[in-house]
């Protein structure tokens, strides 16, 4: 059965495709990687065929550099956090198959800066855990961590010990009241708040790697919050976290066409976003299991 609603989000983001292959972040943008992934990865999940995608494919291979890594910009190189997006993108497709190693031997060999933890430090997680930053040098947070681990994962390494270290960093950095935020626990004793989409990538990347009590919590607090949540970002990674562990909100896809239709009101959302409502959409056991 046709679903047209899937396919006005599939075809919202078919035409920002860029003439040289690629996708923009906006409509008349300029190419990005991350807005090309995600296009990639959506178009795929939804029905369309790899080999309508290779010029695209192709384009994010261009920003690959010598290490791996797919960096955000030729300007930035040291902004290494789109690299887990690219071996989403280029999943089981032979022609990127040395690509997508080449990213995930980066993966392997890089983490955030890690230290022994300080006991006089205002912070409350364990700081010796490796995971993942944003840019290199920089300390490991939940986002890029819980995308690196999904990455690792979808390419075959769920048993590899940063896979299993990185879930042990998620699990340091859950709330006690439930949920995740950028990274940290506490500050000067105060615990800080949890984050939707935090939270989503958290327990999309911990399904199947901890048992449902260690993030019961968890699970719990975004079932209460996603009716709420209006924005992409926290909305559809709120829905991937819950679908990852059997809890979609029996309402999923009218939760997603509200949001999708606020860019009448709002403007258009990056292609980043539009990509990870039309995952949401039809990844009904969780990113992980769509790659699968």
């Known amino acids: 059965m046709a679903d047209s609603k899937t396919d006005r989000i599939l075809d919202e983001i078919w035409k920002r495709r860029l003439p040289e292959g690629g996708f923009a972040s906006r409509p008349g943008g300029e190419y990005r990687p991350d807005a090309t992934a995600w296009a990639i990865l959506a178009l795929r999940v939804g029905g369309i065929d790899s080999q309508r995608l290779l010029a695209e494919m192709r384009r994010l291979g261009g920003s690959q550099l010598k290490d791996g890594r797919i960096a955000l910009s ?45 006991p006089n430090s205002p912070g409350g997680h364990d700081t010796s855990l490796r995971g993942w930053g944003w840019t290199e040098d920089t300390h490991s947070w939940i986002e890029p961590t819980a995308l690196s681990i999904l990455a690792l994962r979808s390419a075959g390494h769920n048993d590899h010990e940063r896979v299993s270290e990185g879930a042990r960093l998620l699990l340091d950095r859950q709330l006690s009241r439930g949920g995740w935020n950028y990274g940290n626990t506490t500050v000067f004793g105060t615990e800080l708040a949890s984050m939707p989409e935090s939270t989503g990538l958290a327990l999309s990347a911990l399904s199947g790697l901890t048992a449902g009590q260690a993030v019961s919590g968890s699970i719990a607090k975004i079932k209460e919050s996603v009716r709420s949540l209006k924005t992409p970002l926290s909305l559809g990674w709120a829905i991937l976290g819950l679908s990852a562990w059997g809890e979609r909100p029996s309402d999923t896809h009218d939760l997603i066409d509200r949001c999708f239709r606020r860019q009448d009101r709002y403007g258009a959302y990056d292609t980043s976003l539009v990509g990870l409502l039309a995952v949401a959409r039809k990844a009904e056991e969780g990113l992980i299991y769509a790659l699968s």
């Open 74 to 118: 030729p300007e930035h190189p040291e902004v290494y956090w789109p690299t887990p997006l690219a071996i989403f993108a280029w999943h089981r497709t032979p022609e990127f198959s040395r690509g997508a190693s080449r990213a995930v031997s980066f993966l392997l060999k890089t983490s955030g800066s890690h230290f022994k933890r300080d």
